[in-house]
């Protein structure tokens, strides 16, 4: 049967599940600052004086720029698509052969090279066909779904409803400067690569390279023995980490946050075995090293399924679900969170009286998990169960560490579901301790902020909680391995320091071995007492003050690899983005951020209206040049 190449593309497209589909040497995400008519008409509207509306040329032609799709086209073709591909499955067309044609196309346009497209696209047929031919979802939802037309959840205002008010607030209190103290570890993203081989290609053409298939590189495209920026972490660099962690701190380490993504990037040669074995192989490195002695609390990331990203709703994911129950039946074995995990991907186990912790699966709202098209508003009942687990702690006076995967508030974790969350954790502001994530292999944060008065929203905002999100032990890419220490208090769990240590990947292959160094400590380069939110909040207002605290932020953002130092954080561009991500506990809030901080910055400009607004359009403009070249894209 003849399908118009459209339709395949698109088709190859949804198979190859977003931030796979293109070359990984570099990947890069693709932003849209002006994704919406919100944000065209608030341009328009806020930055046009009447005077000058009818002779500005902020046209359309200037927002295509932008990336904003002024006539619906990606829309209008992905609505088309899908409902073709429907068709097609309602005449019985078979899924070999549409698979076939999507094998051909991602070769013959060289979306990756064929052993790739061969490999990847039947690990996705069977979920895009699945979920293409659930009754309920159309075009127009699923082209919402991904980004290419507007999104509105089914049957959903994304309004929780909570079981009881929430009390007033009350201000954290620092804990005495004698009080005894514990020691968290945090460690995410270690995608290990069994089968790296030192000398080999690293740059070849592959989503992942370093491998004997790969032939010998030449220069600095060869595999280094302890590693290459370009590649998965090899064994030999992560068995050395772990190594420095016990000679270091030994007993000293009283939890564990591990938080996921352990298979390596090969997501195109991946099968069942070699997903449960790649967590089974960092399951058994953390029981050796610290199971004897410290609680353990892992949470599951996005590369722990089968293709990548692929959760069905629930009984569908069971089979990993099952696994990972079987691996960490030493640290989870209380019935009822066993069996939560099993169901849903979640739990909570107590640390010590008046403190938990909650292990989110944070898939539940990841953009690149299809089968959420089926609900996306609440997957697995798992915010509801978050809800109910927050106030039977606050009902007690407990604390909660919340830990997951993907953070709230970026665009892989769909933005209606960050609002929701972003709800929760505002209404339990004073049970929540802090939230920790993995996933972006960055060194990052992000503060939540609430109303001074919830029930006046003229009123002023302050900080409410925060995100600490831990840079990847993996190098993939251009990430010097890293894991990170929080120092709490041992009664309270009120948090008084992060302490992030990695090696230097290009003098540990120079030297013939990697040397562990402590890369700063959060009070001292941001200039606060602890980690309160308020304390957060003020090391933002620093950076926004001091360009060389910010250049020292967009260092440790990528674990001070020679990433930042050949692309300084100097652009106003990178100032807004790093501003404005650290404000942004949902994706939203940073489209909003961003228009806010640009007119803050042309406020004091004498410019007329008209001429205001084209500054306004350029700063826009290189803003998403900026993020579409310059910040790289780890999945």
Same mark, same amino acid.
């Given at each position: ?21 293109? #070359? ?87 979306? !990756? ?57 009350? @201000?954290?209190? =620092? ?19 069994? /089968? ?9 053409? *592959? ?14 495209? =060869? ?14 660099? /992560? !068995? ?11 007993? *000293? ?15 195109? !040669? ?12 960092? $399951? ?167 109303? $001074? ?9 302050? =900080? ?54 402590? !890369? ?11 980690? $309160? ?5 003020? =090391? ?6 001091? @360009? ?63 001429? #205001? ?23």
């Amino acid at each position: 049967m003849k399908v118009k190449t459209p339709i395949l593309l698109l088709f190859v497209v949804f198979l190859i599940n977003f931030c796979f589909a293109i #070359k990984q040497t570099q990947q890069q995400q693709n932003y849209d600052i002006t994704i919406n008519n919100k944000n065209k008409n608030e341009i328009i509207n806020n930055n046009y004086n009447n005077n000058h509306n009818n002779n500005n040329n902020f046209n359309d032609q200037y927002l295509e720029k932008l990336g904003y799709d002024t006539n619906g086209t990606k829309c209008d073709i992905c609505k088309f698509g899908i409902n073709e591909v429907q068709k097609m499955i309602a005449s019985k067309q078979g899924i070999e052969d549409i698979s076939k044609y999507a094998i051909d196309l991602c070769t013959y346009l060289h979306i !990756e090279k064929a052993e790739v497209c061969n490999g990847l696209i039947p690990l996705f047929t069977n979920m895009t066909y699945n979920v293409l031919s659930y009754p309920t979802v159309t075009g127009e939802y699923v082209c919402g779904f991904v980004g290419f037309c507007p999104y509105v959840p089914r049957n959903s205002s994304n309004i929780i409803n909570f079981p009881k008010p929430k009390p007033p607030h009350v @201000a954290p209190v =620092a804990p005495p400067t004698n009080s005894p103290t514990m020691k968290i570890l945090h460690i995410s993203d270690i995608h290990v690569d069994p /089968v790296y081989q030192t000398g080999m290609n690293a740059d070849c053409g *592959e989503p992942l390279c370093c491998r004997a298939p790969n032939g010998p590189g030449v220069g600095a495209n =060869a595999a280094g023995e302890w590693g290459h920026y370009l590649c998965d972490i090899n064994m030999k660099m /992560v !068995e050395s980490m772990f190594e420095f962690i016990d000679e270091q701190f030994g007993d *000293e380490i009283d939890i564990v946050f591990w938080t996921g993504d352990n298979p390596p990037h090969d997501i195109w !040669e991946q099968t069942y075995d070699s997903q449960i074995n790649a967590s089974q192989l960092v $399951t058994n490195l953390v029981k050796k090293y610290f199971g004897p002695t410290a609680k353990i609390f892992p949470a599951i990331g996005n590369h722990e399924s089968l293709p990548v990203n692929s959760f069905p709703l629930p009984p569908g994911s069971s089979w990993i679900f099952n696994a990972l129950s079987y691996d960490w039946s030493d640290w989870i074995n209380v019935d009822e969170q066993v069996a939560n995990l099993q169901y849903g991907g979640y739990y909570t186990l107590p640390v010590q009286p008046g403190l938990r912790v909650i292990s989110m699966n944070m898939n539940w709202c990841n953009n690149g998990n299809l089968y959420l098209a089926e609900n996306s508003t609440d997957p697995a009942n798992m915010l509801q169960w978050i809800v109910e687990t927050l106030q039977d702690s606050e009902d007690i006076g407990e604390k909660v560490y919340l830990v997951g995967h993907i953070p709230p508030g970026i665009p892989d974790c769909i933005d209606s579901w960050s609002e929701q969350l972003l709800q929760i954790v505002n209404r339990y502001e004073d049970t929540i301790l802090a939230s920790f994530y993995g996933h972006t292999h960055r060194d990052e944060f992000s503060v939540y902020y609430t109303q $001074t008065d919830e029930n006046d929203p003229s009123s002023q905002m302050r =900080a409410s909680n925060v995100i600490f999100t831990t840079p990847s032990v993996t190098t993939y890419q251009n990430q010097n391995p890293s894991f990170r220490i929080f120092t709490v208090d041992a009664n309270t769990g009120y948090i008084m320091e992060s302490s992030t240590y990695h090696t230097d990947l290009g003098q540990a292959n120079l030297n013939g071995k990697p040397t562990w160094l402590l !890369e700063y400590n959060a009070t001292k380069s941001y200039n606060i007492p602890d980690l $309160t939110p308020i304390s957060m909040d003020l =090391a933002i207002q620093n950076m926004n003050s001091s @360009a060389s605290m910010l250049e020292d932020y967009h260092v440790h953002y990528y674990s001070a690899s020679p990433y930042p130092e050949s692309k300084p954080c100097t652009s106003v561009s990178c100032k807004l983005d790093y501003i404005c991500k650290m404000k942004s506990a949902a994706y939203m809030k940073y489209y909003e951020c961003i228009h806010h901080e640009v007119n803050n910055y042309l406020s004091n400009d004498y410019d007329d209206d008209s001429i #205001k607004s084209h500054k306004k359009l350029n700063i826009l403009l290189d803003l998403n040049n900026y993020l579409n070249n310059e910040v790289l894209k780890s999945c």
